[in-house]
């Protein structure tokens, strides 16, 4: 993650990255055994503005960063509600078929999905990759010849980026790709796979190379540049996550925004 989109550091930045790791894949793993429409409907609202309040970006950059998720909720949305089955119906017109069971259940993909994204979003936004990586290492004991090298692949990718828009570049200086839009687009990637991937391999070696040279293998005590510690900010995330879930369980169930509960014994 670029340092320069943000705004001013969040809170949650200081968070240690495998404790947020852990959590993260928890609210994953939970939100996959809800089916309750309304919680789900709530977690999204808390997960919304946890992201939009506390992610330390502009609004202007979390409006981008939230548009594809947007689009994927109406989607997934959309798909279920139009061609589900159901009992009661509420609108057939040719192929699409809209019934009650059908709407409640396309929302209920849908907000899990956008949650899915929220989740995404927070994690990647106020971590850091490398404090991640060497939270795993000092935390979670992942070997560090693992760890150095994704920190090595990962790195790798800006390369990688900056060296596709250079050959794109040079080959409209010179003329060698005349069309326009994606049709250009797709030329340029088709002719540059290669050099791509011959430069990445190359470059890799020397990695390796370097590595091996310095005699890094991974084995025996490791002292660290970083230091990874919990603090303040973990026990507070952890409360927030709590309370989110209590009141969240609390409001669907005193204000249900929707009358449907469990949408697989709707109906």
Request: hydrophobic share 55%.
């Amino acid at each position: 993650m670029k340092q320069d989109i943000l705004q001013n550091k969040s809170w949650m930045l200081g968070v240690n990255p495998s404790f947020k790791l852990v959590v993260m894949v928890l609210l994953f793993i939970l939100v996959l055994m809800i089916h309750q429409l309304n919680l789900l409907f709530y977690l999204t609202v808390f997960l919304f503005l946890l992201f939009w309040f506390c992610s330390g970006l502009t609004w202007k950059v979390k409006f981008l960063l939230l548009l594809p998720f947007i689009m994927m909720f109406v989607s997934t949305a959309s798909s279920m509600i139009l061609f589900g089955k159901g009992d009661v119906i509420w609108m057939k017109w040719g192929l699409i078929e809209i019934s009650e069971e059908s709407f409640y259940r396309g929302l209920h993909i849908g907000f899990r999905a956008l949650l899915f994204g929220l989740l995404g979003l927070i994690f990647t936004l106020s971590t850091r990759p490398v404090m991640l990586f060497y939270s795993l290492m000092q935390q979670l004991r992942l070997k560090p010849e693992y760890a150095y090298s994704f920190m090595a692949g990962f790195r790798m990718i800006p390369i990688i980026a900056e060296e596709f828009l250079t050959i794109r570049r040079a080959m409209k200086v010179r003329g060698l790709n005349p069309q326009k839009g994606m049709a250009g687009l797709l030329f340029t990637f088709r002719s540059s796979a290669l050099p791509l991937l011959a430069q990445s391999i190359r470059r890799a070696h020397r990695i390796a190379v370097a590595m091996e040279a310095k005699r890094f293998n991974g084995s025996g005590k490791r002292t660290y540049y970083y230091k990874t510690v919990f603090s303040k900010y973990d026990a507070f995330f952890i409360v927030l996550i709590f309370a989110m879930l209590v009141f969240g369980w609390q409001a669907a169930a005193v204000y249900p925004v929707f009358p449907a509960g469990d949408v697989r014994y709707h109906g």
